[in-house]
């Protein structure tokens, strides 16, 4: 279960030097070439060196996050005829958006509406997505009208619930805060409404400002606390060019120069977790230890699932061994004798930092 991240904002707010401080594979600002970047970043969890120093495993795999960077937008993107719609499409298959906003001045850098000012922008970012959703419900209006004059069953009660998003996105409110019961959501869900996304704003900061944040970052704060939203704030830059650093101790000297005890990258990672609901658990042996991702709530079969298919499929149990259990008795031999060592069936949730070993049989 890869999680998926799309970058949004307007142009020269900084998505491409953010993409280039946490993805894997680096990309040239290139002004004018208009395509979207795909990479991956690794989700970073201690815990997993701390198991491998029990352990001296051949390797050790965090868990990742996809990420797409797509150019900025700009007033008519979510026109479906613009040619943003192109990069709106490689976005419509993300589990959530990171919105970046420009709370930085520079000489150098042009703002393209001229002046700073984050709640404006949000809102012009916010208008174009809405246009383009807007226009998706639409064309469903239309199928659904066909539906309803047959007498097609359910289609009556799918046209309100376009209705009601209909007349949210008009009012220019994103989807994810239409009033709609959850289990009417589904009727939607083929659409893959962009707004509908849950979403994280990154207010990009200078390096002045790396600590504390400053007064842009908190007018936006405050401008959407009613929105059910995470705000972070990061340097962009400053976190770039400490990424460019070969040596991972001067990258951590650097940083605590900057006054950071870790990467603010991270914090946007952590922040999509949270909002995901999601969480890790880990397969530990000599040829890796491993990080992978689910869903809170999740039972050992399905959390199986997530390693491969057979494992579902073949599920017979899962013996488990909590974190800190392992940290404290520190391998798995003391954690059996110490009783420490949990044999799960097919209805066990697996908790966050559980270190699995499934049995299975196909
Ligand atoms: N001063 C300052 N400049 C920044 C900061 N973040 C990014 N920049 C600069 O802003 C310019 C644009 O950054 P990009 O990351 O390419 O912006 P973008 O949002 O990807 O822009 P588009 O792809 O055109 O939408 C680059 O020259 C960056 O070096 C920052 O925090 N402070
Ligand atoms: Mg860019």
Redesign the pocket.
Known sequence: MGLKCG?I????????????CVANTKVQ?Q?GVQKANIGQIDVPDDRLYEIDSLIHSARVVHATVDLV?????TKGSGQSDSGASRFLADIQQTDALIH?I?????P??PHIEGSVNPVRDKEIVDLELCIRDLNLIERKIQRTEKLVKVGEKDARKVMDILQVYRKHLEDFKPARTAPVHEEDKKHITELSLITEKPVIYVC????ASAVNGNSWVEEFTAAVKNDNAEVLFL????E?EIAELENADDRKAFLEDAGLSQPGVNKVVQAAYRLLNLQSFFTAGPKEVRAWTIHKGMTAPQAAGVIHSDLERGFIRAEVMKYADFMSYKSEHACRDNGKLFVEGKNYIVGDGDILHIRFNV
């Open positions: 970058i904002g307007l142009s020269n707010t900084g998505k491409t030097t953010l993409f280039n600002n002004p960077d797509i150019p900025g937008l970046v420009r709370c930085f001045d520079s150098t850098v990009n900061v200078d390096d340097a962009a830059e400053l770039a």
